[in-house]
């Protein structure tokens, strides 16, 4: 596995402010990753997706970034709302390596209201 | 929308003693589902890929012998924890890959299993 033994990192947010929550990655290899958010007791779910030939989507409230100079990544949420809290994480797939994906650390969110 | 169904959702065992945990894709059939564990406050763990009809392809330091993957049909999969100890506790997740979706790779996650080993 890719991370062993590191605690969350946390960031707090006023409700209505954006949150960015950032993700940084390894392997040169990863072509494509998912943002994920967990709340708690639960699986993870689904927000956002990626591709490595680009460098920005978007979604309804949330903006994912890519540089593959630097191996970041980066979850954009507009407005968020106090149903944002959560834990994100990203995930990638290594190309070429099959369908498996691995998550990263993961940034606990809290919404202030 | 594809559906994954994880069971049971928590589960309480002995040491010593073996749990079965399912995971089920309700609404399409999956070509390949994974197991990952999550200790409190960390991240997903990726245990193990497993392919319909196949032998499991483990995660560099998972014990195969101890976490037994078996994925039978293209809507089951198991993982059983064989003689669980205190530390094998832990919220195991899984995932399924609905080859026909093109839309997040196919990935839906089940709801988790709370394991306790006591």
């Known amino acids: 596995g890719e991370n062993v033994g590191l605690h969350l990192p946390t960031l707090s947010v006023q409700e209505g402010d954006n949150s960015i929550i950032n993700c940084a990655y390894s392997n040169s290899a990863s072509d494509y990753f998912i943002w994920y958010k967990q709340e708690s007791g639960k699986g993870p779910q689904f927000i956002i997706d990626?591709?490595?030939?680009?460098d920005k989507r978007q979604g309804q409230r949330v903006t994912v970034l890519l540089n593959k100079t630097v191996k970041h990544l980066s979850l954009q949420i507009a407005a968020t709302q106090p149903g944002d809290s959560a834990v994100y994480f990203c995930a990638e797939n290594i190309k070429d390596t099959g369908n498996q994906f691995y998550f990263g650390t993961g940034t606990s969110l809290t919404v202030i209201p | 929308g594809a559906v994954v169904s994880q069971h049971p959702s928590r589960v309480i065992c002995k040491s010593g003693t073996s749990v079965k945990i399912e995971c089920r894709s309700l609404?399409?059939?999956?070509?390949?589902m994974f197991w990952y564990r999550q200790f409190p406050k960390q991240s997903l763990m990726l245990m193990a890929t497993s392919n319909e009809g196949s032998k499991a392809t483990y995660e560099q330091g998972v014990e195969k012998d101890k976490f037994l993957i078996n994925h039978a049909s293209l809507t089951l999969s198991t993982l059983t924890v064989t003689s669980a100890h205190p530390e094998d506790s832990s919220f195991y997740i899984c995932?399924?890959?609905?080859?026909?979706?093109?839309?997040?790779?196919?990935?839906?996650f089940g709801s988790g299993t709370r394991l306790t080993v006591v």
């Open positions: 995932s399924a890959r609905d080859a026909t979706r093109r839309n997040n790779y196919g990935y839906t």
């Open positions: 990626i591709r490595s030939n680009m």
């Open positions: 609404d399409f059939q999956a070509t390949t």
